[in-house]
């Protein structure tokens, strides 16, 4: 206390010890919480002669004031001890006078020559502590504290190297949000082992309230709960909580934790039982204790007094406090022995172990072990094997965060007019939906707010899903969030519920209309050959008749019949001429056999062309990609595939990754969205999971997928670091696998196709011929009449022109004959 402080009231009840046989009589003074606990005192010690005199309340405008009162009741009273709490005015106005204060709480201030500390100090609480911590071999261990006592453990923790410590001071009292902060930082250091040294009863309760809340009171059931390495593949418990508990007052605060499998260690002087307090319901069962063992303590004392002792009231009070501290009583506190500054000099320390409803004595440290006694003994463990642990989330609703990904979790049409989970839909949603009825809790679905998967910043910070996890924002992600050895060293994740590549999704390439399609059966040279094998076959065939006939009859077969035969046959037309030699008709013969072999293979290359709809890109692997610059690649930035460019060696990877991250740097999208969009609008492919690839090809036709797949991941349920749930959820995961659910969801979010698989040339994929594939022929056909018009037309317009010369010549009258007659 200081000078400053309020006016303080202090209760101080006079008591008279007397005894019948000696006749001496000692007046105590008594600061007790309340007045019910000396009234319990007295149940239980029958044979104390204890009257209540009278009580006062002790007052005071400043420190030295108080002092004062408490100095001037002593005198006036004659008061030789001072039983209560410890009060740093009383210590000074006791030590003063020379009487006898037996402090039931911590002192805070150097003891005095009468003192007398009831309550076991600190540094034995400290020394125990650290004899478990070596014992257990423990390497990381996070304190919390909110009180001087608490730098005196850190004090005696690092001091040794054994081990890392991580300490959170707590402010008296702290806020739900500022414990909570310092579980989360524990859980992220993968701390697994807490001291909660706190003296403010809240500190403790908001503790346990927000380590349930993430999941830090729970052991899973698949962790053997034995220290025994024999009986399972872990040789100890998840998350052990080690409470300091000097004054019994914590213990009921366990109780709330009844159907928590989680090892609790209460350090305590008393045998745990948090339901025996029918003495002074009203107080903590160490306080009552203590006082009890005080006024026994000072009822023996007095027995040995001499009441014709005749030295001065300084001496005997001296006399009275050096048979104080010689004492070997035993109380219910333990031995009572002191040593020469007041302190108790042979402290037991019971750890008693808590788990879930039960509880039994785990070990003892004693402060001055027997010879053949170690200062730590612990015992083994006498919980069930065969019982049962509960789902620590179970009844109970968690966060879940989520990304917008198709078909993993979308947005429904009508979301803006729903709440809560009703507004999304897809394969996680329906994952996390069978997840949770079988395992019985409640679930609330939001998205991650940055709209990240998740990766780790130069400053070993983490955005995204992991670092909504690391946060505590949320107890699981459920999302195409594929496992890599960075995130797994930041959070836990689940068995995985499904696997994904990688692979590229680009723009199907948009096919140039044309008019002449039907000439693409054939090569250009095939068409020059076909036209030059026209011209000759015409040229020899009319020689071949010219010679077979050697002159004598004109050949029935003129240059302009011979070439109109020969592409009559081409076509398989039929025209009035026909070669008479047997020459011609040999070379006949052949030209009918290349135009049936040459018209058959176009027609069915040309049913090929036409029907039969076929992609050609510049793209056809992914490795394709790394040795042209026409079109752009990326991904998505801070996902697990950037994070594969980015750690690879292959080469061919490694050389995309340079182009992507310091040529491209444009090429890094911020989501999906955005990709999905490139390759719409732009010459760009999109490297992505194989899964949603797979389904934007399903939906949208005018994307393709193009492979090899590589990079085989596996999507898994992230959870925080340590979080004993997570093999539950691995089990409930090969559950729905074994049941042929997960299949189920598969085939329900990629069973359907709208678009045909343009990679299969099957009679499924053809399409109908359009008028822009035969749209040539009709072109020729028009302008086979266009020429044939113009043809008759000049043909009628010659005709005309040589009538009409012939009708303008005169005409020659003819001759008569003559007659000779």
């Known amino acids: 206390m200081t000078g400053t402080e309020k006016t303080c009231y202090m209760t101080l009840f006079i ?56 100095h001037s009741k002593l005198k006036s009273q004659n008061i030789q001890a001072v039983i209560g709490p410890y009060e740093e005015t009383v210590a000074i106005a006791t030590e003063s006078v020379g009487v006898v204060y037996m402090s039931t709480t911590p002192v805070s201030r150097k003891s005095t020559e009468f003192m007398v500390q009831m309550i076991p100090s600190v540094a034995d609480y400290c020394r125990a502590l650290l004899a478990l911590v070596i014992k257990n071999k423990w390497t990381k261990i996070s304190v919390f504290y909110d009180s001087d006592a608490g730098v005196e453990l850190l004090e005696k923790l690092t001091t040794n190297h054994m081990f890392v410590v991580r300490a959170w001071k707590l402010q008296v009292p702290a806020t739900r949000t500022e414990v909570r902060e310092a579980l989360v930082k524990m859980r992220k250091f993968l ?3 807490s001291i909660v040294f706190c003296e403010n009863k809240e500190n403790i309760n908001h503790l346990l309230t927000e380590a349930r809340d993430l999941a830090m009171l729970s052991t899973s059931p698949y962790q053997w709960m034995f220290n025994d390495p024999g009986t399972g593949p872990n ?20 109780t709330k934790y009844q159907e928590i499998a989680v090892n609790f260690t209460v350090f305590n002087v008393l045998e745990f039982d948090s339901f025996n307090n029918s003495y002074a319901p009203d107080h903590d069962r160490m306080t009552f204790a203590l006082m009890a063992d005080a006024f026994m303590l000072l009822d023996e004392t007095r027995k040995t007094l001499n009441p014709k002792n005749k030295l001065e009231k300084r001496k005997q009070r001296k006399s009275f406090m050096q048979k104080i501290k010689k004492n070997k009583l035993t109380g219910s506190t333990g031995d009572l022995r002191l040593d020469s500054e007041g302190k108790r000099s042979n402290i037991q320390i019971n750890l008693t172990a808590i788990t879930g409803p039960s509880y039994f004595l785990k070990g ?24 049962t642990i509960p789902f620590p989330l179970r009844d109970r609703t968690v966060r879940v965060v989520t990304i917008l990904e198709r078909p993993f979790t979308m947005l429904k049409r009508d979301h803006e007019s729903k709440r809560g989970i009703d507004k ?39 955005n995204g899903m992991i670092g909504e996890l690391l946060a505590g924002n949320a107890s699981m992600s459920v999302a195409p969030l594929s496992i890599n050895s960075q995130r797994e060293e930041a959070v836990d994740f689940t068995k995985p519920f499904m696997t994904r590549y990688i692979t590229v999704l680009l723009r199907i390439p948009r096919r140039e209309t044309s008019y002449f399609e039907f000439l693409n059966p054939l090569s250009p040279v095939v068409w020059i050959c076909t036209l030059g094998a026209f011209l000759v076959v015409s040229i020899v065939l009319y020689g071949l008749e010219r010679i077979g006939l050697k002159a004598k009859n004109p050949a029935k077969i003129s240059m302009r019949e011979s070439f109109w035969f020969i592409f009559g046959s081409l076509l398989q037309g039929n025209t009035d001429a026909s070669p008479s030699t047997v020459p011609g008709r040999i070379l006949t013969s052949a030209w009918w056999f290349f135009a049936l072999i040459l018209i058959s293979s176009y027609t069915a290359n040309l049913a090929a062309f036409l029907t039969v709809k076929k992609i050609n890109t510049p793209i056809k692997s992914v490795t394709d990609l790394a040795q042209q610059t026409k079109i752009k690649y990326g991904t998505v930035a801070d996902s697990g595939v950037m994070t594969f460019f980015k750690n690879t060696n292959i080469e061919h990877f490694s050389k995309m990754w340079a182009q992507m991250s310091e040529i491209e740097p444009d090429s890094l999208v911020q989501n999906t969205t955005v990709g999905y969009e490139k390759v719409k609008n732009e010459d760009y492919a999109f490297f992505w999971d194989t899964t949603v690839n797979r389904y934007k090809t399903i939906k949208d036709c005018n994307v393709m997928e193009i492979g090899p797949p590589f990079d085989p991941k596996g999507f898994g349920i992230g959870v925080p670091p340590g979080a004993t749930y997570r093999e539950e959820l691995s089990m409930a995961i090969l559950r729905l696998s074994d049941t042929g659910k997960l299949h189920e969801l598969e085939n329900k979010w990629w069973g359907s196709r709208n678009c045909p698989d343009l990679s299969k040339s099957s009679s499924d994929e053809t399409s109908e ?19 044939a018009a113009l043809v008759c037309l000049g043909e009628y317009l010659a005709h005309m022109i040589i009538n009409a010369a012939k009708l303008g010549k005169p005409q020659a009258k003819p001759k008569e004959k003559e007659n000779f007659l």
């Open 15 to 70: 008591v008279i010890m007397s005894h019948d046989t000696i006749g001496l009589n000692i007046t105590v003074g008594v600061l007790p919480q309340s007045r019910h606990i000396v009234q319990a005192v007295r149940k239980i010690l029958p044979d104390l002669n204890l009257d209540l005199i009278y009580d006062f309340k002790l007052t005071g405008e400043t420190f030295y004031d108080r002092i004062e009162t408490v």
């Open 364 to 387: 003892i440290w004693k402060s001055n072990p027997g010879e053949f006694e170690t200062t730590l003994q612990l015992f083994p463990d006498s919980i069930d094997p065969n019982r």
């Open 191 to 193: 701390v697994e082992t």
């Open 235 to 254: 040789d100890r418990i998840f998350y052990e909580w080690i409470i300091y508990e000097p004054g019994d007052q914590f213990s009921n605060l366990l």
């Open 769 to 787: 011929l359009q008028i822009d594939n035969v749209a040539g022929v009709f072109f020729i056909l028009v302008g086979g009449i266009c020429i």
């Open 424 to 462: 999304f839909e897809g394969f996680a949603v329906d994952l996390i939906e069978a997840i949770a009825k079988k395992l019985k809790f409640k679930y609330e679905l939001y998205l991650v707010h940055d709209k990240k998967f998740g990766s780790r910043s130069e400053d070993g910070s983490w």
